[in-house]
């Protein structure tokens, strides 16, 4: 159970581009979706914090116009990453909570993107 | 200054050596602890989860939990080449938000 699947699982993009990342959960509803990135040999980055039906919540420093997140659904969530640059490029990873199962977060298996 | 602390490691340890993993937090009311495991190139996984004090076991596993020390650490016995890996340190953030603060994880290597 908690299975959290992502698509795609890499993506090459040219520069200027927009790129859409998709965040399911599969056997289970969640009410809290997470998007993270992660930079080579380093730790995990929260980017934005989404919950159904309501605006994302970012971090401070990330662009909410750049990262774009949807959570249409209570098993679906998305970021797009608009007018891509190759600072871009970096392993975006979502998370989600099971609802009314406190803070347990469960990951994808994450989308590597790499910016031309 | 941090708010989940780990040491970065890499720890080293023979493989069948318990390795004992360590990770300090500066938030008194946190409630939830996690511990998850990143192989290189792939997303965390969760471990264990811990909320009480004292010591709860799953399998090879063995989480720690001292809230008055501020203090959580996994235990792995018979250490495999297989549990090479970076492992997180996770600690429930303050509110109702439901995030997770994350350490910096520690490297661990288990040499056959």
């Known amino acids: 159970g908690a299975v959290v699947s992502q698509h795609p699982s890499w993506v090459i993009c040219k520069s200027g581009t927009s790129v859409k990342i998709e965040c399911r959960s599969l056997?289970?509803?969640?009410?809290?979706m997470f998007w993270y990135r992660q930079f080579p040999k380093q730790s995990l980055m929260l980017m934005a914090t989404?919950?159904?039906?309501?605006?994302?919540?970012?971090e401070q420093g990330v662009e909410k116009d750049k990262f774009l997140i949807n959570h249409a659904s209570l098993t679906l969530s998305t970021l797009t990453v608009t007018s891509a640059h190759p600072e871009d490029s970096s392993f975006y990873i979502c998370?989600?909570?099971?609802?009314?199962?406190?803070?347990?977060?469960?990951f994808g298996p994450g989308t590597r993107l790499t910016v031309l | 200054q941090k708010e989940v602390e780990q040491n970065s490691g890499p720890l080293s340890v023979p493989e069948g050596a318990i390795a004992s993993l360590n990770c300090t937090y500066s938030d008194r009311v946190s409630q939830s602890f996690f511990w998850y495991r990143q192989y290189s190139g792939k997303s965390p996984e969760l471990i264990m989860s811990i909320y009480s004090n004292g010591d709860k076991e799953d399998g090879r596993f063995t989480a720690q939990l001292n809230k008055a020390s501020q203090y959580v650490s996994l235990l792995i016995r018979d250490s495999q080449p297989s549990d090479s890996a970076t492992y997180l340190c996770a600690v429930s953030g303050s509110g109702n938000t439901g995030k997770l603060i994350f350490g910096q994880g520690t490297t661990l290597q288990v040499k056959p």
């Open positions: 056997d289970f509803q969640a009410t809290t």
């Open positions: 989404s919950n159904e039906g309501s605006k994302a919540t970012y």
């Open positions: 998370s989600a909570s099971l609802a009314g199962v406190g803070d347990t977060q469960y």
